[in-house]
């Protein structure tokens, strides 16, 4: 037996679907399901082939983009039974930031070299389809060269019921005020059976695809999203990458998929309704490297998002078909709300580190995968945390002047005590 049978020898339906990817056949709906189910010796052959997809799509490089987000309110009646973040008008912690404080943001985000600013926030009911419209004048007026990625479907949904205009003509509006593209959340699964029970209020599966076809019909290009680790069972993320992948068949419009993890600790949806608490490291790692296998050729970028992922396992996600490593984010509140806890920003030169200790080269890139500047040279952007020789770490003396600078911060402390 070959070493390549003794390390990988999948099961031969398994098998068989992989190899119809790896010849670039496209993958049915059921047969994402039963890679999504891969475990053993299916699931290593199954990270292998889309680690080889990948490679034979995108190469070694690994793009991200420095971005910030923006939460401009977490005031939000919607009710999403997932959702941590959400907070009534009159809770002490809720808030509504001006359109001062949205500009302080974003200068503070230009200055730490930022491409893009990406908006969301809350259903606010007292707020309507001008205020969106305002925040984007305000942006695009100070920073044009700041790329916006602003509005879920759900804000888009909400605003555009307000205004009184037809989809086309309200997203129109939209761009013409400064609008780049949309993030393609507020998707979790696009299936009403579960919508009305992870999300009862929200817009249902017609309006979000009705919305993100006619944003990519009039120039807003997308990111596409999946929520899993609920209530779903595999079929229903297998039946969510079909729908998406029929979208992009006939617009084109997505610019990545980005696959997200339920995070579970501060929410209704866990504590009452009994879902899942998120889902476990084989299913993070699967639905990565399905999405590579499942949707070559038509969407090339898959993403790791290291806010609920953690950059360790995004890391891995980067051996399983991933090519992107999403943005720094800079402040991030949405999750870490509902109790992710892998921090709020990640500089750029720690997404080049993570990405060069995967053997990978870093590529700063635009919202829509331009390519802005690439780091091909590990000589000048080191990753931190490569072994050091011995004799640059110090000996005896150096220890010993440590505990001495100690001793004394610790004496200065205590006279101030
Ligand atoms: S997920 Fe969005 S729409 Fe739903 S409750 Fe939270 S903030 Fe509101």
Request: glycine residues 8%.
């Given at each position: 037996m070959s070493l390549a049978d003794r390390l990988f020898r999948p099961s031969p339906e398994v098998g068989r679907i992989l190899e119809r990817a790896l010849v670039g056949r496209t993958l049915g709906v059921e047969e994402a399901e039963r890679l999504l189910r891969a475990r053993g010796s299916d699931f290593h052959a199954l990270?292998?082939?889309?680690?080889?997809?990948?490679?034979?799509?995108?190469?070694?490089?690994?793009?991200?983009?420095?971005?910030?987000?923006?939460?401009?309110?977490?005031?939000?009646?919607?009710?999403?039974?997932?959702?941590?973040?959400?907070?009534?008008?009159?809770?002490?912690?809720?808030?509504?930031?001006?359109?001062?404080?949205?500009?302080?943001?974003?200068?503070?985000?230009?200055?730490?070299?930022?491409?893009?600013?990406?908006?969301?926030?809350?259903?606010?009911?007292?707020?309507?389809?001008?205020?969106?419209?305002?925040?984007?004048?305000?942006?695009?007026?100070?920073?044009?060269?700041?790329?916006?990625?602003?509005?879920?479907?759900?804000?888009?949904?909400?605003?555009?019921?307000?205004?009184?205009?037809?989809?086309?003509?309200?997203?129109?509006?939209?761009?013409?005020?400064?609008?780049?593209?949309?993030?393609?959340?507020?998707?979790?699964?696009?299936?009403?059976?579960?919508?009305?029970?992870?999300?009862?209020?929200?817009?249902?599966?017609?309006?979000?695809?009705?919305?993100?076809?006619?944003?990519?019909?009039?120039?807003?290009?997308?990111?596409?999203?999946?929520?899993?680790?609920?209530?779903?069972?595999?079929?229903?993320?297998?039946?969510?990458?079909?729908?998406?992948?029929?979208?992009?068949?006939?617009?084109?419009?997505?610019?990545?998929?980005?696959?997200?993890?339920?995070?579970?600790?501060?929410?209704?949806?866990f504590r009452h309704i009994h879902a899942r608490p998120g889902a476990n490291m084989v299913e993070d790692l699967a639905v990565v490297a399905v999405a590579r296998l499942f949707f070559r050729p038509l969407i090339p970028n898959i993403q790791v998002s290291w806010v609920k992922m953690g950059p360790k396992l995004a890391q891995m996600g980067l051996l399983a078909g991933a090519n992107d490593f999403g943005g720094t984010l800079m402040e991030e509140s949405i999750s870490r709300e509902s109790g992710a806890d892998f921090g709020e920003n990640l500089p750029p030169e720690e997404i080049r580190r993570l990405v060069r200790e995967v053997g990978r080269v870093p590529v700063e890139r635009s919202t829509t995968y331009r390519i802005l500047r690439r780091f091909d040279d590990p000589e000048k952007d080191p990753p931190s945390r490569e072994p050091r020789p011995l004799r640059e770490l110090g000996g005896p003396e150096r220890f010993r002047a440590g505990v001495r600078r100690e001793q004394e911060a610790a004496r200065a402390l205590g006279a101030y005590s």
């Open positions: 990270l292998r082939a889309a680690d080889v997809a990948r490679e034979e799509d995108c190469g070694p490089d690994v793009s991200f983009v420095v971005n910030r987000n923006i939460n401009f309110t977490n005031v939000c009646y919607v009710g999403c039974t997932y959702c941590g973040f959400s907070r009534h008008e009159a809770d002490g912690d809720a808030y509504d930031r001006s359109l001062e404080e949205i500009l302080d943001r974003c200068r503070d985000a230009v200055e730490r070299g930022a491409t893009e600013v990406c908006i969301q926030g809350g259903i606010h009911p007292r707020k309507d389809h001008r205020h969106y419209r305002e925040i984007l004048e305000a942006i695009h007026g100070a920073f044009p060269e700041l790329h916006i990625h602003a509005y879920s479907p759900e804000e888009i949904d909400y605003g555009h019921r307000k205004s009184g205009m037809s989809l086309e003509d309200y997203l129109l509006w939209l761009k013409e005020a400064g609008l780049g593209t949309i993030p393609g959340t507020a998707a979790e699964i696009l299936d009403d059976r579960i919508r009305r029970v992870i999300a009862p209020r929200k817009l249902m599966t017609a309006r979000w695809v009705e919305i993100v076809k006619t944003a990519h019909r009039v120039g807003l290009r997308s990111s596409s999203t999946v929520m899993y680790g609920h209530v779903e069972t595999a079929a229903d993320v297998a039946r969510h990458l079909g729908l998406l992948r029929d979208i992009q068949r006939e617009t084109g419009g997505f610019t990545e998929f980005v696959p997200l993890g339920f995070i579970h600790e501060r929410n209704r949806l």
